[in-house]
């Protein structure tokens, strides 16, 4: 079966652009992920979506960034304005509840130039 | 603020022999552990996990130990195989909570022939 999926696999893109990273999850999982690890640096937390409640989005670093989620599937990652200090690999996974293991994709890499 | 500390960044160990790896954590409140691995330019995969009703899971050669009044836990793999060179992730949460796991900034495992 497919795994989650994440498109694109590597963007760069200039400093102050906006940029939408895309992530499709397992079929059938309703909690999504959105981490991000910057170099040298561990998974730092950004944002959760379950099922159809409101999405925790405690992580999230600033208001430049935001994420959806329709129809309970795909999500995007809409960073505004990027910064260099937004440069980095983000990570989406899913899960089929949110006490499961977590199943990443193979990430973004985000260059801002 | 790093609530899950890998303090050692690189670890490298012969073929054949056990390799341990550590995590320290300061949230008394985290009572969910699991081990992510990760291969370059892939996300992190599940390997094993432990609730705090436990201190010791196995999983053929891997073995997590949890030793709560320390804080503390390990990755065992015996015997380590080439294979197994990977990046290693130790992450936590309050399990009620689920999600929003913290990540320790992993530790890079070489297994040598």
């Known amino acids: 079966g497919a795994g989650v999926s994440q498109s694109p696999s590597n963007k760069v893109t200039e400093k102050g652009k906006d940029v939408e990273l895309r992530c499709d999850p397992i079929?059938?999982?309703?909690?999504l992920y959105w981490y991000r690890q910057s170099l040298g640096q561990g998974l730092e937390f950004l944002i959760y979506f379950q099922g159809n409640s409101a999405p925790d989005k405690s992580g999230l670093p600033s208001d430049r960034f935001s994420a959806e989620r329709t129809g309970g599937s795909v999500s995007t990652l809409t960073i505004q304005r990027t910064q260099q200090e937004d440069s980095a690999v983000y990570l989406c996974?899913?899960?089929?509840?949110?006490?499961?293991?977590?199943?990443f994709g193979n990430g973004t890499r985000l260059t801002v130039t | 603020d790093q609530q899950v500390k890998q303090n050692s960044p690189s670890l490298s160990v012969q073929e054949g022999r056990i390799s341990i790896l550590n995590c320290d954590y300061t949230?008394?409140?985290?009572?969910?552990f699991l081990w992510y691995k990760k291969y370059p330019a892939e996300g992190p995969t599940f390997l094993i996990s432990?609730?705090?009703?436990?201190d010791k899971n196995e999983d053929g050669r891997f073995t997590v130990f949890l030793n709560k009044s320390a804080k503390h836990l390990s990755l065992h793999i015996v015997p380590s195989q080439p294979g197994d060179s990977a990046v290693y992730f130790c992450a936590a949460s309050p399990r009620n909570s689920g999600y929003a796991l913290n990540f320790g900034k992993g530790t890079s495992l070489l297994v040598t022939p």
């Open positions: 079929s059938g999982h309703t909690a």
């Open positions: 949230n008394s409140m985290f009572d969910y």
């Open positions: 996974a899913s899960s089929g509840t949110h006490q499961s293991p977590l199943h």
């Open positions: 432990i609730s705090s009703i436990k």
